[in-house]
């Protein structure tokens, strides 16, 4: 039997059990799925430890890492958003990229601390996404919101900065 028909077979009975077991607490397992395969498989604790465990490098020093690439996203974001996402009045696709980065590097830091401000941050971002496109910003709709996003963003950096950046006052 190939690797996709085993496959299958164990999201088909996923499927059943899940099913058979709707409104209950109990959470659905590897072992419950497949028992034999559950032996060996790592704890949820392990799994984290693994995560956060990377030679060299601290959980602390990730998080100052992740930090100041936030940063880096937002002082540029910022900038581009007080000039309307435009460049000598004309369109362009400078500000479409930094949500993008600013959700994804939030989300990551969120597997490696709860502080709520990376959720924030992650949320802020995707909401504005489709107001910072070039079509959008071509539209003229947006470009009294862009000051008004400049200025959220500002209070979110301030918050990340004082840890991204050791000895900064803001």
Known sequence: MDGGNLFLQALNLAINWGADRIGKRKPVTLADIMPEESANAPTVQQLQKQATQVPGVSGSDLVKYQNRELVKEM????????????????????????????????????GMTTKPIYSEIADWAKEIADKTTPEASASGRFDSEYLQMAVKLRDLRKRVIVEAVPGIKT
Not at 80 to 96: F, P, V, W
Not at 103 to 108: D, K, P, Q
């Open 75 to 110: 002082v540029l974001l910022e900038a581009h958003l007080l000039q309307q996402c435009k460049i000598d009045g004309k369109a362009c696709d400078c500000c479409s990229k930094h949500p993008i980065a600013l959700e994804g590097l939030a989300r990551e830091t969120l």
